[in-house]
C-alpha cells in the first residue's frame, strides 16, 4: 500500500477523501469538455472514503454531470502502485484457460491468469511470476498487448494484457483453480463468442492475440 493511502486508516470518511484530494490529485482531474463529469470539491461539498483496505479504495465523489444536475457516484481503486496482469498462455497453437471461483458473480469463469503485481517487480516480470505462481509455467517469450479497463464506470486502473509463450503446464496453484484447460485458440474464441467465456480482460486478451497475429 502507498504510504498516502495508508494514512488513510487515521481519517473520517471525509477528511480520508480530502487528504486523498490533496496527495493524489490525479485521481480527481477533470478533462476539458462539455460532456465531462465534474467533480465537486470543498467548501462546495466533500466526498467520502467508503472503504480502504490493503488492495482497495473505494470512493463516493460529488460530480456534476454534462446536463448540470449534481449527484454522486462510486469509484474502485487500487491502493498499489503496482499495475494488475493478466497473461494469455500460448501453448503451441492452443490457449491455457483456468476455471476460477469469483466472489462478486458467486460462480465459476473461464479466465486466463490475472493478478496485483508484486511491489518492486516490473510489469513483464509480474507477468512471468503469475505465469509461474497459477500455472507452474515458464514463459519462453512474453508479448505485450496493451491495456484494457474492465468496467470504467467503476474500476478506474486497467490491466495490463500479455501472451507468454509457454512449453508445458505444471504444478497449478491449489487458491482458487478448480480446473485448467488447454484448448485450440479458434475454440476458446468459440466459447467467448456462445458465452462461455464471460470474463472481459479474458475476451480482450483473445482478441488483442488474434489481431496481433499471435493464433499460429
Do not use: C
Not at 23 to 44: E, N, V
Not at 116 to 135: F, I, K, R, S
Not at 145 to 165: C, K, T
Not at 202 to 215: N, Q, V
Amino acid at each position: 500500500m502507498s504510504a498516502e493511502v495508508g494514512d488513510l486508516m487515521d481519517h473520517t470518511p471525509q477528511s480520508a477523501y480530502a487528504h486523498l484530494r490533496a496527495t493524489q490529485p490525479r485521481w480527481f482531474l477533470t478533462p476539458l469538455g462539455d460532456s465531462a463529469i465534474g467533480i465537486m470539491r470543498w467548501p462546495m461539498v466533500e466526498g467520502q472514503v467508503l472503504h480502504r483496505d490493503e488492495d482497495r479504495v473505494v470512493l463516493e465523489d460529488p460530480v456534476v454531470l454534462p446536463d448540470g444536475q449534481h449527484a454522486r457516484r462510486l469509484r474502485l481503486l487500487s491502493a498499489r502502485p503496482e499495475h494488475e496482469v493478466a497473461v494469455l498462455p500460448l501453448l503451441a497453437h492452443s490457449v491455457v484457460l483456468t476455471e476460477r471461483f469469483q466472489h462478486a458473480t458467486r460462480t465459476w469463469h473461464w479466465e486466463i491468469p490475472r493478478a496485483t503485481g508484486v511491489e518492486g517487480m516490473a510489469d513483464t516480470d509480474n507477468a512471468a511470476g503469475q505465469l509461474q505462481e497459477q500455472l507452474g509455467a515458464s514463459a519462453s517469450e512474453l508479448i505485450g498487448l496493451g491495456q484494457v479497463h474492465p468496467d470504467p464506470r467503476i474500476l478506474a486502473d486497467p490491466v495490463l494484457l500479455y501472451a507468454g509463450r509457454i512449453d508445458t503446464v505444471g504444478e497449478v496453484a491449489a487458491g482458487g483453480i478448480r480446473r485448467v484447460w488447454t484448448v485450440p485458440f479458434a475454440e476458446a474464441e468459440e466459447m467467448a463468442l456462445t458465452g462461455l467465456i464471460t470474463d472481459a480482460v479474458t475476451i480482450s486478451a483473445l482478441f488483442k492475440a488474434r489481431h496481433s497475429g499471435l493464433t499460429g
